[in-house]
């Protein structure tokens, strides 16, 4: 399905970001990997072109706009268009709003919101000239819907990711581009082995995710034969949200 599709995965070289890399890859998709870490960036890149499968690595800042147009411009280069972009890129803060900076805030705002809007509409200017559009996911976070003390700023990107994604499907919409949104619950990207069973326990789902989970998501939404779902936020939580919890 998804065979010389050309896909860009901001954040790709690590956690989620890499998960969904290797899921696009495997499909028979021509990756295009961007990332802010040079080394882990180049490493993915290698391991995956020795193993036959066709990516690209290109190091970008995404709080730079020109860094994004050299992005879209590189994968344009390499593979002639771009079918799909998975929006993935961001950072968390967790500091009491007493001592938020404004420099903090706006950092993680450029980071986590404004590049999706950035890498949103520089890909859109590609997508809307094939022949049958194109497709949009970005990660907001069930912290969109919940939260716990101290983390405003990121809770505030992540929200704003949410209404950015509906917005973008109305937009974009004409030109055959869909716009979705997925908010990842816990996804264990570090030893896994080490979760202890009430970690796994307190999910409906008897497990903490995996990156996997997340790229599944994201294989569906972006799926043509799936056109029809746009503008919406898929929760992949494994039922965290849905639990009704009082506390005695």
Wanted: hydrophobic share 40%.
């Amino acid at each position: 399905m998804f065979k010389d599709s050309v896909v860009i995965v901001t954040g790709g070289a690590q956690g989620i970001g890499k998960g969904i890399v290797h899921a696009y890859a495997r499909q028979g998709a021509k990756v295009v990997i961007a990332d802010l870490n040079e080394g882990l960036g180049q490493q993915l890149e290698q391991d995956l072109l020795a193993k036959g499968y066709s990516v690209l690595f290109v190091h970008t800042d995404v709080t730079k706009e020109e860094e994004i147009v050299h992005l879209m411009q590189r994968a344009v280069e390499q593979y002639g268009t771009i079918h799909i972009l998975i929006n993935n890129a961001g950072k968390f803060q967790h500091k009491s709003p007493y001592d938020v900076t404004f420099e903090e805030w706006s950092d993680l705002l450029h980071t986590n919101l404004t590049s999706t809007f950035f890498c949103a509409r520089e890909a859109a200017k590609v997508m809307r000239h094939n022949a049958k559009g194109g497709a949009i996911v970005s990660l907001a976070s069930t912290r969109a819907e919940m939260s716990e003390p101290d983390t405003e700023a990121y809770t505030a990107t992540k929200g704003g990711i949410v209404a950015l994604t509906h917005a973008l499907a109305r937009s974009l919409g004409p030109d055959q581009i869909t716009v979705n949104c997925i908010s990842p619950g816990w996804i264990e990207t570090g030893d896994y082995a080490a979760l202890r069973p009430i970690d796994h326990a307190q999910h409906l789902s008897g497990r903490v995710g995996v990156p996997e989970d997340i790229a599944q998501a994201c294989l569906y939404l972006t799926n043509p034969q799936n056109n029809f779902v746009t503008g919406i936020n898929i929760t992949v939580d494994g039922g965290m949200t849905k639990k009704m919890i009082y506390e005695e």
